[in-house]
């Protein structure tokens, strides 16, 4: 055997046993009960740096060829949205003027503010995790439930209404007055006939 296929063979050796280790090492880990699942415990920092870091360059990639329909931002759809936000959302992703549920406060990670000033709330992106959820998180995929007409209808709201105040929000959440001017149900009373 020449000394260079001694090396190669060694090099290759050395780096299966290191694999086998940390293989080995990391079911002792998981086994030995020891690891926090509490969502109360706080993440490792560099757990946390690594989770998020795979989350978002996921995110990019996948979302890169959602394809957004024309005119997305209307009146219709940002109502609807609206109404859908107030309905599905609002438990975990919270919004002004709203107290933000049990439910929202206790998972781990947070949801993030969506609505926001500072956000960007791209329509692709939103899209894309809406419909299909974030694995490891709360965040459920939408698109089990919601059609894709609907799911539009959120990112519609999301980027044209991000930083609104709790008046507005209110004001868009709120039950749709109809011709007989009753706003408590939006249906016509029978009793207006
Ligand atoms: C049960 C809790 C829960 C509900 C309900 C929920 N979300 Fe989420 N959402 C999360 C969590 C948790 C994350 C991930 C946060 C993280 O990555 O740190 C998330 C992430 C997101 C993100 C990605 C934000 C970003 O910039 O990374 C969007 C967009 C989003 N949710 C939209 C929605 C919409 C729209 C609804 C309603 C149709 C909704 N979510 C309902 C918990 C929830």
Redesign the pocket.
């Known amino acids: 055997m020449t000394s260079r296929r001694a090396f190669a063979t060694r090099t290759i050796f050395t780096a299966l046993l290191l694999l086998a280790l940390i293989g080995a090492g990391a079911s002792v880990w998981a086994f030995s009960g020891y690891v926090g699942v509490a969502a109360t415990d706080k993440d490792n920092a560099l757990v946390a740096w690594f989770?998020?870091t795979t989350?978002?360059r996921s995110?990019d990639r996948q979302s890169a060829a959602v394809a957004v329909p024309d005119n997305l931002v209307n009146d219709v759809n940002v109502r609807a949205g609206a109404h859908?936000?107030a309905?599905?959302?609002?438990?975990?992703?919270g919004a002004p003027g709203v107290r933000l549920d049990p439910?929202?406060a206790g998972?781990?990670?947070?949801?993030?503010d969506?609505l926001a000033a500072k956000?960007?709330?791209g329509p692709q992106?939103?899209f894309w995790?809406?419909r299909h959820?974030?694995k490891m998180?709360?965040?459920?995929a939408?698109g089990k439930s919601?059609d894709d007409t609907q799911?539009w209808q959120?990112?519609a709201f999301?980027r044209a209404r991000r930083g609104i105040d709790a008046g507005d929000y209110r004001a868009l959440t709120g039950p749709v007055a109809d011709a007989s001017g009753d706003p408590s149900t939006g249906r016509k009373s029978p009793l207006a006939d």
């Open positions: 989770l998020h989350y978002q995110l859908l936000y309905q599905h959302c609002v438990y975990c992703h439910i929202g998972i781990s990670p947070r949801a993030l969506l956000r960007h709330n992106s939103t995790v809406m959820g974030v998180t709360a965040m459920p939408f919601l799911l959120l990112a999301l």
